[in-house]
């Protein structure tokens, strides 16, 4: 099996599509009014704007605190000060290592879905 595609809610399109091809340092793809996506190694980040696309604003499209995407990157401190200087809502302090050896960091982009960049060296993988 492989995990295909994550939709990250959005308000608007256009900043979002701003806000993370600054981080990936990719441009992704327009497939709709309302969704932009990006290709992480074969895995899509689909940004979705349901009132771009003509769809409800349901609020069941909000991810909740505890339900995080995690992303692996290979310069985890680039990441974390493009990130900080995008001012989403929010960001740990700083990068953090966790007890099982993996190095990261917390946020929640300017929608206010959470999202965890990891040290793509330091992968727990169970």
Not at 34 to 63: M, S, V
Not at 101 to 125: H, I, K, Q, S
Request: one cysteine or more; charged letters at 25%; hydrophobic letters at 35%.
């Amino acid at each position: 099996m492989k995990l295909y595609r994550i939709i990250l809610p959005v308000g608007n399109i256009d900043k979002a599509e701003h806000f993370y091809s600054s981080i990936f340092g990719i441009k992704g793809e327009r497939v709709s009014p309302g969704r932009h996506y990006f290709n992480l190694e074969g895995t899509i980040l689909a940004c979705y704007d349901p009132k771009a696309d003509g769809d409800d604003d349901d609020p069941q499209w909000k991810l909740h605190d505890n339900q995080y995407v995690y992303i692996a990157v290979d310069d985890l401190e680039e990441v974390y000060q493009t990130v900080r200087d995008l001012n989403p809502l929010t960001i740990d302090d700083s990068i953090e290592t966790m007890p099982w050896g993996e190095r990261l960091f917390y946020l929640n982009d300017p929608w206010g879905n959470p999202v965890c960049f990891v040290d793509r060296a330091t992968l727990f993988l169970g």
